[in-house]
């Protein structure tokens, strides 16, 4: 008996240090954002960033948490100009490092430029 007791107090106390579950964050896009610019606006670069971060590394938007939603204005085009970063190659937006979700609403997201780059990692 008391090693029973003893068994479910252990548990009871290793639950209660345990984190409590990330729950996702929604980060919206403002229409056509690309670059990362403290202007206000949330664009789709700082969207991936704060997202695989579960912080608020861009102020302009919403920290990420968990497994994140990011969406994008409906019917919008997101021209990407230049390469972010070289990840095996140069990439147009930030590499996804974790669990994102993007809400396109019938987006486009385009590489604009006459430079080769991919989009994502």
């Given at each position: 008996?008391?090693?029973?007791?003893?068994?479910?107090?252990?548990?009871?106390?290793?639950?209660?240090?345990r984190?409590?579950?990330?729950?996702?964050?929604?980060?919206?896009?403002?229409a056509g954002e690309v670059a990362i610019s403290s202007n206000g606006l949330c664009s789709l670069r700082e969207a991936i960033v704060n997202a695989n971060a579960d912080a608020a590394t861009h102020a302009d938007c919403t920290a990420g948490s968990g497994a994140d939603v990011i969406t994008l204005p409906a019917a919008t085009v997101f021209s990407i100009t230049d390469s972010y970063a070289a990840y095996n190659g140069n990439?147009?937006?930030?590499?996804?490092?974790?669990?994102?979700?993007?809400e396109g609403n019938g987006s486009t997201i385009d590489r604009n430029s006459g430079t080769n780059f991919r989009l994502f990692a």
């Open positions: 008996m008391k090693q029973t007791r003893r068994a479910a107090l252990a548990a009871l106390l290793l639950s209660a240090l984190p409590p579950p990330a729950h996702a964050a929604n980060i919206t896009v403002a990439t147009g937006l930030p590499q996804v490092t974790t669990a994102i979700t993007i």
